[in-house]
């Protein structure tokens, strides 16, 4: 496939003045998965601010207005331990969802959360199941304590193959669900899940991990949370963060609701102080904040999704359809090589995500920040060097 500059630009919908590139926008903050590749070596770390950053799923927009009124208020207790402010959100929290703060569970972003609970429930003889390719956090997690993994590979349509999964649940100490699912955005009504969970709970002794990290991004009209599953039976536990649709990944609050038998259990692998001043305050800004700022994030993410997944179709790429703040592209070649060209060119996208090898995963970032990169991503892909 060859598509040039011009074509791209068409497809973008706009003239001349409307496409030329912007000033490179700067996005504070990195993911978890961006600062992984620079540890490990796969990257040199980025040291300009002079870059596009489209690789680590974060709300380019940052915290919400009100927000960012109270966390200035809230640096003056930066001197104290988080204790109250940890009390307070946890009861925020569980006021939120209608629950007891015995059904909450804290913890420095999902992250922690998921870790807590292959800690919990995995050891070497109880395995963890998961998707090839989802969220790694907890396949990472079991890998650096010597616990198996059975990793089932998504179906033709990049869904979770939960058949597969719960096939697989016999002898697992746990079952991860990532709902939407990270990195395809594909994901499961309501009907399903329960479906899967009632049988993993019937054929197994494993706990299910429903990762929700995008429950708000998600408009789909079967969709609906785990919640309630998790609360009826300790073996499921639904996993929350405010790093996505609240603007917060920098300040790593993350949070649990179930049954108050699965929240003791992990209880007692949790780091004590997770939740910093800071982060705390945030977070219970944004739990309260008007709906109005919630909704204006879901629609320029969706306005910013539409965009990204109508530029590369017109241009003649699969695009998986998307639930989330991110969209996954089939290119039809290697993405590692696409990725460090865009690199050079100022443009950060998604590592690849075996074994979908040919899928390159872009954020979605601002409208200004999409026109911008777009073009260069589309440059790239039509190089054939």
């Given at each position: 496939m060859t598509v040039s500059r011009r074509s791209f630009v068409r497809i973008l919908g706009g003239g001349a003045g409307a496409v030329a590139l912007p000033s490179l926008a700067f996005v504070n903050g990195r993911g978890s998965e961006a600062l992984a590749a620079v540890?490990?070596?796969?990257?040199?770390?980025?040291?300009?601010?002079?870059?596009?950053?489209?690789?680590?799923?974060?709300?380019?927009?940052g915290p919400f207005p009100s927000v960012m009124a109270r966390l200035r208020e809230a640096l003056a207790g930066s001197s104290r331990y988080p204790y109250q402010v940890s009390s307070d959100l946890r009861a925020a929290i569980a006021a939120a969802h209608g629950v007891k703060n015995e059904n909450v569970l804290l913890g420095c972003g999902s992250g922690e959360i998921l870790r807590v609970s292959i800690d919990a429930w995995c050891s070497a003889t109880k395995p963890l199941v998961t998707a090839a390719p989802t969220y790694e956090g907890p396949a990472n997690r079991a890998n650096a304590m010597g616990i198996p993994v059975r990793a089932v590979r998504v179906g033709a349509d990049l869904g979770l193959d939960l058949a597969?999964?719960?096939?697989?649940?016999?002898?697992?100490?746990?079952?991860?669900?990532?709902?939407?699912?990270?990195?395809?955005?594909?994901?499961?009504?309501?009907?399903?899940?329960?479906?899967?969970?009632?049988?993993?709970?019937r054929t197994s002794e494993a706990t299910v991990v429903v990762d929700e990290a995008y429950h708000e991004y998600c408009e789909h009209p079967d969709y609906a949370s785990a919640r309630p599953l998790a609360l009826a039976t300790p073996r499921v536990v639904v996993v929350r963060t405010?790093?996505?649709?609240?603007?917060?990944?920098?300040?790593?609050?993350?949070?649990?609701?179930?049954?108050?038998?699965?929240?003791?259990?992990?209880?007692?692998?949790?780091?004590?102080?997770?939740?910093?001043?800071?982060?705390?305050?945030?977070?219970?800004?944004?739990?309260?904040?008007?709906?109005?700022?919630?909704?204006?994030?879901?629609?320029?993410?969706?306005?910013?999704?539409?965009?990204?997944?109508?530029?590369?179709?017109?241009a003649g790429y699969t695009v998986t359809p998307?639930?989330?703040?991110?969209?996954?592209?089939?290119?039809?070649?290697?993405?590692?090589?696409?990725?460090?060209?865009?690199?050079?060119?100022?443009?950060?996208?998604?590592?690849?995500?075996?074994?979908?090898?040919?899928?390159?995963?872009?954020?979605?970032?601002?409208a200004e920040e999409l026109r911008g990169a777009l073009p260069i991503i589309g440059e790239v892909l039509s190089a054939r060097t």
């Open positions: 540890i490990s070596g796969e990257v040199p770390p980025v040291t300009t601010a002079d870059v596009y950053r489209l690789d680590s799923n974060e709300n380019p927009r597969a999964m719960a096939a697989a649940a016999t002898g697992a100490g746990v079952v991860f669900l990532c709902n939407p699912n990270n990195p395809t955005g594909t994901v499961h009504g309501a009907a399903a899940v329960r479906d899967f969970v009632e049988r993993v709970v405010l790093s996505k649709a609240f603007g917060l990944a920098g300040l790593r609050v993350g949070y649990a609701i179930g049954h108050k038998d699965a929240i003791a259990a992990m209880q007692r692998h949790r780091l004590a102080n997770g939740i910093n001043q800071l982060g705390g305050a945030a977070a219970l800004a944004a739990l309260t904040a008007g709906a109005s700022e919630l909704d204006r994030e879901r629609a320029l993410n969706r306005d910013g999704r539409e965009l990204a997944t109508t530029f590369f179709r017109k998307s639930h989330a703040n991110f969209v996954l592209v089939d290119i039809g070649r290697a993405v590692k090589p696409v990725q460090e060209a865009l690199r050079t060119r100022g443009v950060l996208v998604g590592r690849p995500f075996p074994p979908l090898d040919t899928h390159l995963r872009v954020s979605i970032g601002t």
